[in-house]
């Protein structure tokens, strides 16, 4: 059962232990940043929230991010998941530079491939905040293993996003603690390039076809 909460004017979080989604309301349209997993109903939860139109962003098509999807009939994502995305919608591509205003807030997506090859992440200028999805996230696991993802693309976009730290305060990861200071820019760039360079040390996962590796920061299923 997802909970739904206020956290700033016309911007609410979606939630339940598993994932999270953001939702900004505005007078004439909202905005809903990820759907989740089909079982936590996020469309519902928009509903009791807002009877406007909703346009659909999505950080990425992880499964734990799109599972609500068959509940709208379009929605924005990067043309390279297009491929991860299985049911029929309408997908309309979200590219670096565009922008999506509502509630007070203007959404710019930044590119940030990696996690996976179509991950962005959302900035908001004026308000200093970072949506990552799930590529910045205190404690983690942030799944880095199967065909599409790349570590090296991940390290590249983590070393694009610095240089945003110091424009941001706040960053909203769709997992884990949230929300967390922009200086975890930083310490997931230090913790990937630890893994790339073989320096953590991993542990095989019960279930998943994967090692757990623990930086000092966060850690990675890879
Ligand atoms: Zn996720």
Redo the contacts with the bound molecule.
Sequence with gaps: MVQTRLVRENFYCIEDER?RQFLITGKEESILIDTGFADSHVADAVKSVTDTPVKVLLTHA?R??IGGLSDFEEVYLNEKDWGLVSIPIRLRDLCEGDCFSCGGYRLEVVSIPGHTYGSVAFVDWENRLLLPG?SVQKEGPIYMFGPHRNLDLYIESLRKLLPIADKIDTILP??HECPIDSGYIMKNLQDALALREGKLEGEKHPSLPCSTFRGIWTQFYR
Excluded: K, P, R, S
Aim: hydrophobic content about 15%; charged content about 45%.
């Design positions: 994932v992880d734990d991010h799930d769709c997992h």
